[in-house]
Each structure stands twice: as C-alpha cells, then as structure tokens.
C-alpha cells in the first residue's frame, strides 16, 4: 500500500466540517512580557482552508455552508481535531463550532 503525503490540499471536509488554519500564538503579553509556550492560549480564531459539502437534511437535501474559504472566523475554545501539517497549526470541526466571522 502506498503512503500518502498529507497537505492541505489532500485534506477535503466531510459534510458540514470545515478545515480552519490557527492564527499565530501572541508571543508577548500587552505589558510587553514574552510568554513561554506552555503559558501560550490557544488562539480561537483562524482562516477557513476547506469545507465539506455540506450537510444532508431528513429529506436528503445538501444544506450549503454559510462560510467559504478565506474566511476568518471565531470558534469555540475546545472544539474540533487539531492537526499540524509542516509546520503549520490546523482544527478540523463541525460548522455549529463556528461562533462568528471576523471582518
């Protein structure tokens, strides 16, 4: 059996999951303190990179997602699977996990 590489571009989302790339971690604090990482937040916000399909309602009709790639969003703080591809930092969750869309 062949081994597959996995990047972003072989991931693609099962129905309502959506693939979010985390933002960076603050590195200092608003004082000006340099944070070590194990005192670092996870960061709740991201870009979306994929979107599955979307979900099937009880008659078997493909509800559309209402974010897209590129958007920048909010999610809950411990909700999905985080992945890291290279090194870049990814979660991979369900839409209802999504709480906004940040302008």
Not at 17 to 25: C, D, E, G, P, W
Not at 32 to 53: C, H, N, R, W, Y
Request: aromatic residues 4%; charged residues 30%.
């Amino acid at each position: 059996m062949a081994a597959t590489s996995l990047n972003i571009s072989t991931v693609k989302p099962l129905g309502d999951r959506v693939f979010i790339k985390i933002s960076a971690k603050e590195e200092k604090t608003a004082g000006g303190i340099f944070l070590p990482d194990t005192a670092k937040e996870k960061p709740q916000v991201g870009e979306i990179s994929a979107v599955g399909p979307g979900k099937l309602d009880d008659k078997g009709v493909r509800q559309a997602l209402d974010v897209k790639v590129g958007d920048k969003v909010l999610y809950s703080k411990y909700a999905g699977t985080d992945i890291k591809i290279g090194t870049d930092e990814y979660v991979l969750l369900a839409e209802k996990d999504i709480l906004a869309i940040v302008e």
